[in-house]
């Protein structure tokens, strides 16, 4: 490989967030709360759903497999965020960064194929409902999270197979909060327009069909129910409501930053905190604020825990 001046990059260096002093500290406050409430929110969840045995459904099985993929996704990209805002030097290992990435595609490529899987849920639910139970099934739910998790790997594997093998010997110096493909493949002093062209194969046009496929599942839905019930078209679109806004969210940044990976979207800070700290948060949020079913399980567990404290 052709060094530049006979060095090699150990390790890069992460802008993260420029500005004064105080601007920082505001920074460090808020995503450090963000964060914890969204891994406090997603770890409530799974714990309802798991020890609650009115929700032992379909759907909270799936709500709660997302929560642990919100959760992680987070936890890959947030705290390292959270604690450069106080370090003056923001640099992170060659190794780490791709490491970073690795575990990022693998929860993010997870993520959107189990969203589809929900998306399918909402569907057997309003336009089926008689046979819901026969088609949600144990063995197709558990069938729906081992292929999430098989794309998820695959996902990530066929991307970072060709990113680790790459020549570093430039620049280091990555304009965002974390380390992510587009960004670490332009640093890379070979011609790279092959793996360019194939991250938007993957990445980008892995988001946007799983978008486009959930936007028709959705409007599919309120179709059928607007066909057979116009009462019933209110409550479809209450049930789907959360859904839309967390796929919106969710696959929106997406689509902008690996769609189009090696323009000025890359390195959009502010899509990347939707990406990997807002849309986490919405999880909790939506599913315990905006669910009855939820909020209910909340307070039983509350008031078994009152009951079980008062007799100790």
């Not at 993929?69 to 960064?97: A, F, Y």
């Not at 970072?160 to 992510?180: A, E, K």
């Not at 028709?216 to 059928?224: A, D, E, P």
């Amino acid at each position: 490989m052709d060094l530049k001046n006979g060095s090699v990059v150990t390790e890069f260096i992460l802008l993260g967030f420029s500005g004064q002093w105080e601007l920082q500290i505001f920074f460090f406050v808020t995503f450090s709360l963000i964060y914890s409430a969204t891994v406090l929110g997603n770890i409530l969840i799974m714990v309802i759903v798991t020890i609650s045995t009115n929700l032992h459904s379909p759907m909270y099985f799936l709500l709660g497999n997302l929560s642990f993929l919100d959760m992680c996704l987070s936890t890959v990209t947030t705290p390292r965020m959270i604690t450069d805002l106080l370090n003056e030097h923001k640099t992170i290992s060659i190794w780490g960064c791709m490491t970073q990435m690795f575990f990022m595609h693998l929860f993010g490529g997870a993520e959107a194929t189990l969203l589809i899987a929900m998306a399918f849920d909402r569907y057997v639910a309003i336009c089926k409902p008689l046979h819901y139970r026969t088609i949600m099934n144990q063995r197709l739910l558990s069938g729906f999270v081992i292929f999430s998790w098989t794309i998820g790997f695959v996902h990530t594997m066929s991307q970072m197979v060709l990113t680790v093998n790459l020549p570093f010997c430039g620049p280091n110096v990555i304009d965002n909060i974390f380390c992510d493909l587009p960004l670490v493949i332009k640093l890379a002093c070979t011609d790279t327009y092959t793996l360019e062209f194939f991250v938007i194969a993957d990445s980008g046009l892995l988001s946007f069909i799983c978008f486009i496929l959930l936007l028709f599942s959705y409007t599919v839905i309120l179709i059928t129910v607007q066909q057979r019930s116009s009462g019933g078209l209110s409550k479809a679109l209450s049930t789907l409501s959360a859904h839309i806004i967390v796929v919106t969210l969710f696959f929106g940044p997406c689509i902008f930053i690996y769609a189009w990976p090696f323009n000025s979207f890359a390195g959009n800070k502010v899509l990347a905190v939707f990406y990997t700290v807002i849309t986490p948060l919405l999880n909790p949020i939506i599913y315990t604020l905006r669910n009855q079913k939820m909020q209910r399980a909340m307070r039983k567990l509350q008031f078994q825990h009152v009951i079980s404290t008062q007799n100790f």
